[in-house]
């Protein structure tokens, strides 16, 4: 299928605001129909209100904020991948299972990567803080 001259563009895509929603479009569809990138979301206003409790700095938040991104992008590309090998392979193929389960693989070491990164911001500050109220 060929729109505005491009193959496989949606029509009326030539908009940068039309591309914005039809985007948009697509981290509605991952928080209506993907479990794991609501949980992604509540873990990140989970983070962000400890982040804001502990006063963190803007280099604390620079790097909180890339994890989240990374994390929710990394969702993101798994669902259409997913989706993607779905259209083209409806029955089950050794090949596609591995691509889906790579891309799920992506997943987690970006989660894993996000978490140690999250530890490492999180514990210096959680650790003066049960010191000041166990000295108290």
């Not at 009326?12 to 039809?22: C, K």
């Not at 799920?104 to 049960?130: K, N």
Request: proline share 4%; glycine share 6%.
């Amino acid at each position: 299928m060929r729109h505005n001259g491009v193959p496989g563009r949606h029509p009326g895509a030539a908009s940068f605001w039309v591309s914005v929603r039809f985007a948009w479009q697509g981290i509605v569809y991952a928080f209506e129909n993907e479990r794991n990138f609501r949980i992604d979301l509540v873990l990140l206003a989970g983070t962000a209100l400890l982040a804001v409790l502990l006063r963190f700095d803007l280099d604390h938040w620079a790097l909180l904020v890339l994890c989240w991104g990374l994390v929710l992008g990394a969702e993101l590309m798994n669902s259409a991948l997913e989706v993607m090998v779905d259209l083209v392979q409806p029955d089950y193929h050794r090949l596609a299972a591995i691509a889906k389960d790579c891309a799920a693989g992506a997943v987690v070491l970006t989660a894993i990567v996000a978490a140690l990164v999250g530890l490492l911001l999180f514990m210096p500050p959680l650790y003066q803080l049960i010191v000041q109220i166990l000295s108290a």
